[in-house]
C-alpha cells in the first residue's frame, strides 16, 4: 500500500494481548497512513487494566462497551458498526481489524467488496476463515520474533517452504529459460495466502528466503538506475539441461507438438476416404 493509504486500525481489546500494540503499529505504518486508532472494551473489566498505559502512549481511543447480556459479546458489535460508519464516511482507504475471532469474517469480506484494503492481526490460533478473508493477515508471534513451536497444531504451522514455493514458481509468469522476478512471485504468494511471511521461515526478507533454498537458483539483473531486481528458478536437474519446472511442462508440449503434426495426415486420410466412397 502506498504511504497515502489511509488505515483505520480497529482493536477487538477483549481478544488481543497489549503486550506487542507498539510493534504492530511499526508494522502497520509499512501499509499507509495511521488516521483512526481505536480499542473496543468493557474498560471496567480488570482483566484489561493493563491496556492503560498502551492507550496513552499509542493515542488509541478507547471505545467503551459494557457488557449488556452474558453470553453476548457488544464489543463486537460496536467495531462493527464503527467500522461500517467509517467505510460509508469515505475518510480511510483500509481498515486494520486486530483480532483472533472468527465473527469478523463476515465484515472483512464486506469491507473488501466495497474496495477497501483490509489487514488482519492475531495470533497463529486465528481461524483459518477470518485470515482468509483479509487481503494480508499478519501473526503477533511473528512480530515479538518467535518462531513457531513444535507442539502447535499441525494447520497452525506454516507449510513446508519448498511445497510453497515450488507450486507458486509454477503458477506465475516465467521468461522462456523459466526465470521469474521476486516481485511476481511475491505477488502471488500474497494473493494466495494472506498470512504469507518469510519471517514465518527465520527470513526477514523473501529474496533472503529464497537465496537460501537449495532447490532454487538466482541471479540479479540490472534494471534502469542501475537497481538490481533478483530473478529464480528451480534448479536444473542433474545431467540435463531443463529446469524441474519445464521438464513437468515438456510432455505437455510435446503432445501439443505431436498432435501439431498429426493433423495434416488425418485431413489428408479423411479426403482419400471421401474419394474412394
Partial sequence: MPESTRLAVLIDADNTSAKLIKEMFEELAGYGTITVKRAYGDWTNPHLNGWRDVLLGNAISPQQQFAYTYGKNATDSALIIDAMDLLYSGNVDGFAIVSSDSDFTPLATRLRESGKRVIGVGQRKTPKAFVEACERFLFLEVLAGAAPATDEPKEDQPRPIQSVLTKALH???????????????????????????????????????????????????????????????????????????????????????????????????????????
Fill in 171 to 277: 503458477k506465475v509468469d516465467t521468461d522462456d529459460d523459466d526465470w521469474t522476478s521476486l516481485s511476481a512471485l511475491g505477488n502471488h504468494l500474497n494473493r494466495t495466502d494472506p498470512s504469507f511471511d518469510p519471517r514465518n521461515y527465520g527470513f526477514g526478507k523473501l529474496s533472503d528466503l529464497v537465496k537460501d533454498q537449495p532447490f532454487l537458483e538466482t541471479k540479479t539483473l540490472t534494471g534502469s538506475g542501475g537497481r538490481g531486481h533478483l530473478w529464480l528458478r528451480l534448479k536444473k536437474r542433474r545431467g540435463g539441461d531443463e529446469p524441474a519446472a519445464a521438464a513437468e511442462k515438456k510432455p505437455v508440449k510435446a503432445a501439443k507438438k505431436t498432435a501439431a503434426r498429426r493433423a495434416p495426415a488425418k485431413k489428408a486420410a479423411a479426403k482419400t476416404s471421401e474419394s474412394a466412397g
